[in-house]
């Protein structure tokens, strides 16, 4: 690179993707427990050492999440969902 090339030329872009991947049935903990276990038991979604994900998964996040995330949803839910 020569020095009259601007200096952002030599810096790596990032992009950041925002999708919605669905969500639970209703604004309820076990309802919340099913949509988290399909959505984060994808190996296309959590690349990572199965039985390392499979421990956190059933002993750290089903036993935390699901009622947080569901008061969450409780506030934002509407009749239509």
């Not at 919605?20 to 276990?37: F, I, W």
């Not at 399909?38 to 998964?57: C, G, H, M, T």
């Amino acid at each position: 690179m020569s020095t009259s090339e601007p200096a952002a030329a030599n810096q790596h872009k990032i992009g950041v993707l925002i999708a919605n991947l669905g969500s639970p049935n209703e604004p309820t903990a076990p309802a919340v427990r099913r949509y988290l276990k399909q959505f984060l038991s994808d190996p296309r979604v959590v690349k990572a050492n199965r039985l390392l994900w499979w421990f956190v998964l059933n002993v750290i996040i089903f036993n935390i999440r699901p009622k947080r995330v569901a008061e969450a949803y409780k506030s934002v839910w509407t009749d239509e969902g």
